[in-house]
């Protein structure tokens, strides 16, 4: 029983530790809004840049994020660990309806299964093992 209290005290510990910067890369991560450039569709890498001009993301220092896939809004939890690794939970997204919603669902689909993140030049790079999925500026206001 003893054991048992200790394991769980311990991930417990381990969860909370990872609500804390512990990079420049993270901090840089949760300092700035980020917009869409390209998106792994298909296995081919397509430069949205021109065509979804809203969709962004944004994760806080909590690690909560939201953003805009260029139609819909939507906000998730983020959980980060050391060596630039992340998951990223979409928890709800509005509902409207707009003409073209496959780069939005092929983004949607990429926050879903991103397992890690690369930060360099002004560009945020979120991977899948060594394949990169999207690829963001940091939005300019």
């Known amino acids: ?15 909370c530790a990872t609500t804390v910067p512990n ?18 569709i298909e296995n081919m890498m397509t430069n949205i840049h021109d065509v979804k001009k809203n969709s962004t993301v ?15 809004r939507f906000f998730g939890q983020a959980k980060i660990r050391s060596n630039n690794r992340i998951r990223m939970e979409v928890l709800g997204i509005s509902q409207m309806i707009c003409n073209d919603m496959n780069i ?5 689909d990429v926050l879903a299964r991103v397992d890690s993140y690369a930060i ?19 939005l300019q206001k």
């Open 58 to 72: 944004k994760i806080d220092s909590d690690l909560q994020f939201f953003g805009s896939g260029g139609c819909n």
């Open 104 to 108: 939005e669902t092929a983004y949607l």
């Open 23 to 40: 990079s420049d890369s993270e901090v840089m991560l949760t300092s700035w809004e980020w917009k869409l450039n390209s998106l792994l």
């Open 1 to 15: 029983m003893k054991n048992f209290v200790l394991v769980c005290f311990l991930l417990f510990l381990q969860a």
């Open 120 to 138: 360099d030049a002004g560009s945020l790079k979120l991977k899948q093992g060594n394949t990169v999925l999207a690829v963001f500026e940091v």
